[in-house]
Structures are given as structure tokens and as C-alpha cells.
């Protein structure tokens, strides 16, 4: 009897569905809102049984998470993998084994797509072009939109889809304004702590910087802390543009006070949508492969205490 078939009779006998979920870790505020969105679907109240592992970050810690959950049988497999590259081997393990893998939040590139059933997260290329396009808009309207504007990027950990895409967004806005200049950029590990050390950095070597792109929100919070450190000011009326991915509440915090410029959305809650992607597997039904979530963006220009009230993260 395959494994396929196990979790199929498991649901009838009324036992549990167990779900192995290989999380990246508890790097920022959008994790911690992606696994509690997690903890709370993935409850026995809903028929399942979660495994959960945090990586710490680290790729070797997510293989391990998955040959064990592979070990114990689960019924489905769950990754958010930490980096694009390097799963075939283990995925092939899990296919061996007859169990389902199911794909959240970053990708994976594979050579065989039958390695997994379905990918669900946020359009990391499209948010950081919503990205350039705004600071073109922004800058076009402070009358800078001629002027020669300097950037850094805080990018998230590499190879990352996370920070790949929104990398590539933002690359592709650059290409169409020949008087921006990206200085530099360098890995804040999507950590507010190494934001703020590689923003220390960048403001010792670049007097003139007039945009700073955090490719996530806690990485901007670092970032604030090392500009006001070094008596400069950002925000709306201060030197420097900050700009970051995510929108989570704290974003909206630092944008009232006056810090952040603008924060582009990227939804964390994947646990009920990966539930109602089992729920299909269980039926037999089809499921869509890709599954981009909607998301928009916010900016000091906006409401944000009224649209902060309805945050879920
Ligand atoms: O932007 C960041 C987190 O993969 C989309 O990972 C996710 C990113 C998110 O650490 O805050």
C-alpha cells in the first residue's frame, strides 16, 4: 500500500491529516505572522496534525526537517524553502515515499515540476517593480524626477526567491531611469539587527544617499535606527526615502511616526490557503500549480491609522 493511499483512508477512518511544515525560521515580523497562520489552521480542531520545524535560516536544517518528516510518514510535506536552488535530491526522497509536497511562500527552481503539487506566495518580481514605479512617481512629484538619485539596497538573504524577485523587479525600473545610480548592495539577511549593521556600513562609504531599498520591512527598521545613529533623518520630510516589502503593522507604526515612505505588501497568511490546497489533494481534485496572492501597497499619503485597524499582521 502506498503512502498515497494512507493519507487517503486516514481521513475516512476520521484520524488526523499530520503535516510536516519545513518553516525557514523566525526572521521577521512577516514570520512570525506566516507561522501562526500556520499554527492556527494546522489545528486537530481542523482534522490535522502539524509537525512544524524552524530552519533557523539554514537549507542543511530544512532537509533534515524534511528526510524526517519523511521518516515519520506524514501525509504532506509543506516547504517554504529558505534559498531557490539545491532541493531535487530530497524532494525525489519524498516522491519516492509517496508523499505530497505542497510549496509556500518562496520557490524552488526544479528541473522536474512533478516534485511538488502545487506553489502558493506573493509576486516577488511584480512587488518590487510596484516599487520602482512608485519612488518614479514620488520623486517625479517632489520635482526630483530629472535629478541624479542615489540608492542602496538592503536585499534580503540571497538566492532567496524572495530577495531574487523583488531584486529583479526593482532592476527592471532601474533600466528604464538612467539618472538613478544603485551604489551598492549587500544581504541584510531579512533581519532587522543585520539591516541595521549593513546600513551603518553604507552610510560610512556613501555621503549622498538619497533612497534606500530594504527588501523587507524589518530590515528598514534596522536601517531607520542606523540613520537617526549617524543625526540624519528619513521619511516623508527627512534626507532619506526608505522603502521596504511586507506591510507588516510595525510598518505602518514606523510610517505614521514619520520614518518609513512606503511599505509593498506581501501576505504572509498561506496556512488556509495550503489547507484548502490538501483539502483538493484529499478529493482528488485538481489544484492550480502557481497560485500568485493579491497584494498592494501603502504609503504615507494614505489613511494608515484607519487602515492599520484592519491589519492582520
Ligand atoms: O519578505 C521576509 C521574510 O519569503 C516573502 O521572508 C518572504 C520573506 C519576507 O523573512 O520578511
Known amino acids: 500500500e502506498s503512502k498515497e493511499a494512507d493519507a487517503g483512508s486516514g481521513k475516512a477512518d476520521g484520524d488526523l491529516i499530520t503535516v510536516g511544515y519545513a518553516q525557514v525560521g523566525a526572521e521577521s515580523d512577516w514570520r512570525t505572522a506566516n507561522t501562526e497562520s500556520f499554527k492556527s489552521t494546522f489545528t486537530e480542531e481542523n482534522g490535522y496534525k502539524l509537525i512544524f520545524d524552524d530552519a533557523q535560516q539554514k537549507q542543511e536544517n530544512q ?3 524534511i528526510r524526517s518528516f519523511i ?10 524553502p529558505v534559498v531557490e536552488t539545491g532541493w531535487e535530491t530530497v524532494l525525489e526522497e519524498a516522491k519516492e515515499a509517496g508523499i505530497p509536497v505542497i510549496l509556500s511562500d518562496r520557490q524552488m527552481q526544479l528541473s522536474d515540476d512533478s516534485l511538488y503539487e502545487a506553489w502558493v506566495g506573493g509576486n516577488f518580481v511584480k512587488e518590487g517593480e510596484t516599487c520602482g514605479d512608485w ?8 520635482g526630483r524626477g530629472d535629478e541624479e538619485i542615489n540608492m542602496v539596497t538592503i536585499q534580503g538573504t540571497i538566492g532567496a526567491s524572495a530577495q531574487v524577485g523583488r531584486t529583479e523587479g526593482m532592476d527592471n525600473k532601474l533600466k ?8 551598492d548592495r549587500q544581504s541584510g539577511e531579512f533581519t532587522q539587527a543585520k539591516g541595521q549593521e549593513v546600513m551603518e556600513s553604507f552610510l560610512k562609504s556613501y555621503p549622498d544617499i538619497d533612497v534606500v531599498i530594504c527588501e523587507n520591512d524589518n530590515e528598514a527598521f534596522g536601517a531607520i535606527d542606523a540613520i537617526h545613529a549617524a543625526g540624519k533623518t528619513c521619511g516623508p520630510d527627512g534626507d532619506i526615502i526608505v522603502v521596504s516589502f511586507d506591510s507588516v503593522k510595525a510598518a505602518f507604526e514606523s510610517m505614521i511616526k514619520g520614518d518609513l515612505n512606503a511599505t509593498f ?20 481534485e485538481q489544484v492550480d500549480k502557481i497560485q500568485y496572492v493579491d497584494e498592494a501597497y501603502f504609503d ?7 487602515i492599520l485597524k484592519d491589519r492582520a499582521y
Do not use: F
Open 176 to 183: 528604464e531611469h538612467s539618472n538613478w545610480k544603485m551604489l
Open 63 to 65: 532537509i533534515k526537517a
Open 265 to 284: 505588501e506581501c501576505n504572509p497568511l498561506h496556512g488556509p490557503r495550503v489547507a484548502e490546497i490538501i483539502q483538493k489533494l484529499e478529493k482528488g
Open 300 to 306: 504615507t499619503s494614505m489613511d494608515l491609522e484607519n
Open 71 to 80: 521518516q515519520q510518514e506524514v501525509d504532506y510535506i509543506v516547504v517554504a
Open 135 to 142: 519612488l518614479a512617481k514620488y520623486l517625479e512629484d517632489q
